[in-house]
C-alpha cells in the first residue's frame, strides 16, 4: 500500500471537517441575525453561561491575582522591583490571564455541556423532530447559544478582572505589606483603556469559539453514547486550541509593534 | 380509512436512489400514497425503511428521484419553501423524540407556538385537548418526559403529532417496545387520529399486527425497492414468498438478513 495514502485521506478528511465547520458558522451566525429570534432561548442561554459560571471564572481569576502578586513580588525582589507589582498584575489580568482562564474554563464547563445536551438531542432524534416541527435548528438550538457566549463572556471577564486584581491586592497589602492607597493608585496609573478593551474582545471572540465548538460537535455527533462521549472530548479540546491560538493573533493585532 | 380518489397522491417517492458509503439502501424506490390513504411499509431491520421515511421527511437528501407532496416537487426545496413543506406533516419518532428540556405540554405543543406561531395560552390549551385526545390525563402535561414511561411517551408523541392539525402524519416504528396491550392502544389511537383529522398516513413497521390493524395498503421494502403492495386484505394471499417468509416470521426463505445496518 502507498505510505502516502493514509496521509492524503486524513488530510481531506481535516479539510472536509474546516469545510463543514465554517458551513456550520456561517448559516448560524447568518440565523443570529434573521427573524425570527427567540428571546426566551436566549436569556436562558445567558443565564447558563453568565450567571452559573461566574463562581468558577471568580474563584479561577481570584487565585490567579493573588499568585500573581506573589510570583511578581518575589521575582522582582531580586532586582528591587517590587513597586512594579500592581503594574504586573493588573496588566496580565486585564491583558492575558483574565480571558484565557475565563475562556478555558467556560470551555470546559458550558462547551461540554452544550455539546453533550445537543449531542443528546441528535442522537435521541430530537433534532429530527425540530425539523419536522419546522423549526429549524441552526436558529433554535445554535443561534441563541452563540449570541449568548459571544455576549456574556465580556461580562464574565470583566468581573473576572476585578476580582483577579482585588485577588493581588489582598496578597499584596494583607502579606507582602503594600500601602493600600499606592497599591490602588498604581493599579490605576498604569492601567490603559486598550488593555481592558483588548481583553473584552478576546472574551468575546473565546465566547463564541466555545459556544461554536459545543454546538458543532454536538450537532454532528453520531453513534449514542459514545459518540456523544467522544463529541463532549472534542468540544473541550477543540475550543481550547483555538482560544489558544487566536489569543495570540489577537495579542499581536492589538500590542504588535 | 378509506382511500379517496383522486389523481395526484399525497405522497409520491419516485425512482430514489439512497446510499451510505458503499452501502446501497434505497434502489429505485417508487411509491404513491393517495389522499386520505393509511399505507405502511413493512421489511426486516436495516432494510432502509427509515431511510425511506427520512428522505421523504426532509431529513436525508436521496442522491437521485423525486419526492413530491401534493404534486409539488419538494427535493432541493429553499429551507423557508421545505419548512412550509413541512407544516403539512405530523411525525411520531420511534423513540418519542420528545423535547427532555420541556415539559409535557410544551412539547405537544411547540409545532403551534413555534411553526404556527400560536399564543401560549392557547396553544396550552390545544395541547391539553390533544393530550386527552390520546387518553392521557391533563397532570401529565405538567410532567417532564423523563418522568413517563414508554408507553405514554409514545401517547405524547402522538399528541404532538396531531397537535398541528397535519394533512399528513408519519409513524415510525409506532408499537417497537411496547407490550401487546399498550400496542394496541397505540394502534387504536392512530386509527382514531387518523380518520378524525382525515389525514393521509404513512407508517413503517415491522409489526405485522400493527401492520394489519392501521393500514388501508401494505408495501413490502427489500434490497430498497418495493417488492410487493396491496390491500391489507390480500396480504395473507400475496403470492410473493418474500412477503410469505416475512409475515409468517421464517428464518428459511429468500431473505437472508443482512449483517451490517446501513
Same mark, same amino acid.
Given at each position: ?27 448560524s451566525?447568518?440565523?443570529c441575525?434573521?427573524?425570527?429570534i427567540y428571546p426566551r432561548l436566549i436569556g436562558r442561554q445567558m443565564i447558563e453561561i453568565g450567571y452559573y459560571s =461566574? ?6 481569576? +481570584? ?43 467556560v470551555?470546559?464547563?458550558i462547551g461540554?455541556a452544550m ?17 419536522? +416541527? ?7 438550538l445554535v443561534a441563541p447559544r452563540l449570541i449568548a457566549g459571544l455576549t456574556m463572556l465580556p461580562l464574565l471577564? +470583566? ?44 472574551a468575546a471572540?473565546f465566547g463564541f469559539?466555545v459556544a461554536l465548538?459545543g454546538c ?25 486550541? =483555538?482560544? =489558544? ?13 | ?7 395526484? %397522491? ?9 446510499? *451510505? ?10 411509491? !404513491? ?59 411520531? *419518532? ?25 399564543? #401560549? ?52 416504528? %409506532? ?31 415491522? !409489526? ?7 393500514? !388501508? ?13 396491496? %390491500?391489507?386484505?390480500?396480504? !395473507? ?8 417468509? *416475512? ?12 449483517? #451490517?445496518? %446501513?
Amino acid at each position: 500500500m502507498n505510505i502516502f495514502q493514509p496521509i492524503g485521506r486524513a488530510f481531506l478528511r481535516f479539510l472536509q471537517a474546516v469545510g463543514q465547520l465554517a458551513l456550520f458558522a456561517v448559516v448560524s451566525v447568518s440565523h443570529c441575525v434573521r427573524p425570527p429570534i427567540y428571546p426566551r432561548l436566549i436569556g436562558r442561554q445567558m443565564i447558563e453561561i453568565g450567571y452559573y459560571s =461566574l463562581p468558577v471564572v471568580g474563584l479561577t481569576t +481570584l487565585f490567579s491575582g493573588m499568585v500573581l502578586a506573589l510570583q511578581s513580588y518575589t521575582g522582582f525582589a531580586r532586582f528591587s522591583a517590587e513597586s512594579a507589582v500592581p503594574n504586573v498584575v493588573v496588566l496580565s489580568i486585564t491583558r492575558e490571564l483574565g480571558p484565557v482562564l475565563a475562556g478555558l474554563m467556560v470551555a470546559g464547563r458550558i462547551g461540554a455541556a452544550m455539546a453533550a445536551e445537543i449531542g443528546t438531542m441528535r442522537v435521541t432524534e430530537q433534532i429530527d423532530a425540530l425539523t419536522t +416541527l419546522s423549526t429549524n435548528p441552526h436558529k433554535y438550538l445554535v443561534a441563541p447559544r452563540l449570541i449568548a457566549g459571544l455576549t456574556m463572556l465580556p461580562l464574565l471577564v +470583566l468581573v473576572g478582572d476585578i476580582i483577579g486584581v482585588f485577588g493581588g491586592y489582598l496578597i499584596s497589602v494583607y502579606k507582602l505589606g503594600f500601602n493600600p492607597a499606592i497599591y490602588i493608585k498604581n493599579t490605576w496609573q498604569y492601567l490603559e483603556y486598550l488593555d481592558v478593551v483588548s481583553g473584552l474582545v478576546k472574551a468575546a471572540v473565546f465566547g463564541f469559539i466555545v459556544a461554536l465548538m459545543g454546538c458543532y460537535n454536538g450537532y454532528y455527533s453520531r453513534g449514542g453514547a459514545q459518540g456523544v462521549g467522544a463529541a463532549t472530548t472534542n468540544a473541550v479540546v477543540s475550543a481550547s486550541i =483555538l482560544i =489558544l491560538i487566536s489569543n495570540y493573533l489577537i495579542t499581536e493585532m492589538f500590542f504588535a509593534r | 380509512m378509506n382511500a379517496e380518489n383522486n389523481s395526484t %397522491p399525497k405522497i409520491r417517492a419516485a425512482n430514489l436512489h439512497k446510499r *451510505f458509503g458503499r452501502k446501497v439502501v434505497l434502489d429505485g424506490l417508487d411509491l !404513491d400514497v393517495g389522499v386520505g390513504e393509511s399505507v405502511v411499509v413493512i421489511g426486516g431491520s436495516g432494510t432502509g425503511k427509515s431511510v425511506l421515511l427520512k428522505c421523504i421527511l426532509g431529513l436525508l437528501e436521496p442522491e437521485d428521484g423525486d419526492v413530491e407532496i401534493d404534486g409539488q416537487p419538494v427535493i432541493g426545496l429553499s429551507t423557508a419553501e421545505r419548512e412550509k413543506v413541512n407544516r403539512k406533516f405530523g411525525m411520531l *419518532f420511534q423513540g418519542g423524540a420528545l423535547f427532555d428540556s420541556l415539559k409535557v405540554w410544551e412539547n405537544v405543543a411547540f409545532g403551534l407556538i413555534q411553526g404556527g406561531h400560536a399564543a #401560549r395560552e392557547e396553544a396550552r390549551d390545544i395541547a391539553y385537548s390533544k393530550l386527552t385526545d390520546v387518553g392521557l390525563a391533563a397532570e401529565v402535561g405538567e410532567l417532564w418526559p423523563a418522568e413517563l414511561s414508554g408507553g405514554m411517551q409514545k401517547r405524547v408523541g402522538l399528541a404532538r403529532a396531531i397537535a398541528t392539525t397535519p394533512e399528513i402524519i408519519f409513524f415510525d416504528e %409506532p408499537t417497537t417496545g411496547l407490550d401487546p396491550i399498550m400496542a394496541d392502544v397505540i394502534n387504536d389511537l392512530i386509527v382514531k387520529c387518523t380518520r378524525d383529522l382525515g389525514a393521509t398516513a404513512l407508517s413503517i413497521t415491522h !409489526d405485522l399486527a400493527s401492520a394489519r390493524k392501521i393500514a !388501508d395498503r401494505i408495501a413490502m421494502l427489500y434490497k430498497g425497492k418495493i417488492i410487493w403492495q396491496g %390491500p391489507t386484505s390480500e396480504i !395473507d394471499s400475496s403470492g410473493n414468498e418474500f412477503v410469505d417468509q *416475512f409475515i409468517h416470521g421464517r428464518a428459511e426463505g429468500p431473505i437472508r438478513m443482512e449483517v #451490517r445496518a %446501513p
